[in-house]
């Protein structure tokens, strides 16, 4: 591993954001993707007991963050285009679930349970919270 060195004042800024203590964190690599910190009590760890010090990247999507309800909402609108509904015949029905129905209809592949979105959709069409599948 290289040599940390001490953050600009920028980079304690960034390192605050995401929760990490700038004085206690070195950089080791900055990128415009990513920084890469390593805690200075790992690397004391490293030098007396020999265990590796282990790193941190701290991603940087300043681009691609949604900075306010409507561009989430339009984010949301997008996804809903990319799972155009298609409505199963009832015999393809028989035997599903309501949440595998849902589904299969949208096209999802992944348990949209977990995704807030999707849950107030089912709610909108079903009247109930979803059960994981």
Not at 9 to 22: E, R, T, W, Y
Not at 119 to 127: A, D, L, P, Q
């Amino acid at each position: 591993m290289k040599n940390g060195k001490h953050p600009t004042l920028a980079q304690k800024k960034f390192m605050k954001s995401h929760g990490l203590d700038p004085e206690d964190h070195l950089v080791v690599k900055n990128t415009q993707e990513f920084l890469e910190v390593v805690s200075k009590t790992a690397l004391k760890k490293e030098k007396l007991q020999g265990i590796r010090a282990r790193t941190k990247k701290l991603y940087k999507y300043e681009e691609n963050k949604i900075e306010t309800v409507a561009d989430n909402q339009k984010a949301f609108a997008d996804t809903i285009k990319r799972h155009q509904y298609h409505p199963l015949s009832e015999t393809e029905k028989q035997g599903l679930t309501e949440e595998e129905i849902f589904r299969k209809e949208y096209g999802l592949y992944t348990d949209f349970v977990y995704h807030r979105k999707w849950v107030e959709k089912f709610k909108e069409i079903y009247g109930r919270e979803p059960k994981p599948l």
